[in-house]
């Protein structure tokens, strides 16, 4: 059965919040208050936050900085995954990503159903490795960031999680460039 083995040490990590907006700022965001609450509260370190507009080549400039930055292994982003001419975060994130997680699109969709019903067909929630960082794609409502952190994520980057984390891999997301190839 899935669930946390206590014989295990609880692993904090290091995760970057960035939400995408060209309304919201830090003292209105609700989304990312969601994520940056959660993540501290659950034991991890909150290494940076930003916000920055609906634009490609930004979401993408501070993603990938924050993916060569020491000390974080998770980037979480929030809105953008709709379908208006203003949401960009996949096309944005996706070119950067070594590795696609389709899973987690899969599994985000099912927990968003059981609350919305068809209307999570309208996020584009998606997530992939790209520089030994795990970068995970929420849409911008805080309801969604719920949904991802409490049934995804909370338990994918907590070490104690059995069968299986994203922690315990993090040491090999990068082992392809170790050996040269």
């Known amino acids: ?14 995760i970057a919040v960035l939400t995408v907006s060209d309304t919201r700022t830090l003292q209105d965001d609700k989304s990312g208050d969601t994520l940056a ?8 370190r909150l290494v940076d936050r930003a916000i920055v507009r609906d634009d490609k080549q930004a979401i993408a400039a501070r993603v990938k900085a924050w ?3 020491d000390g974080i292994d998770v980037v979480i982003t929030t809105g953008g995954t709709g379908f208006t001419g203003r949401d960009v975060t996949p096309e944005a994130l996706e070119p950067l990503f ?3 997680m389709d899973g987690f699109s899969e599994v985000f969709h099912r927990i968003s159903y059981d609350k919305i019903g068809t209307s999570t067909i309208q996020s584009r929630a ?5 520089n030994a960082t795990f970068i995970f794609v929420l849409p911008g409502s805080p309801g969604a960031c719920k949904d991802a952190w409490d049934g995804i994520l909370k ?6 999680h059995m069968p299986c984390n994203f922690v315990e891999i993090m040491p090999r997301l990068d082992e392809h460039l170790k050996r040269g190839g």
């Open 126 to 130: 998606t997530a992939g490795v790209a």
């Open 1 to 14: 059965m899935p669930g946390i083995d206590e014989n295990r040490p609880f692993i904090p990590v290091g």
């Open 67 to 69: 993916t060569q930055t």
């Open 37 to 44: 609450g959660r993540i501290v509260e659950a034991g991890h």
């Open 155 to 160: 338990a994918q980057l907590d070490y104690r």
């Open 98 to 100: 070594e590795k696609r």
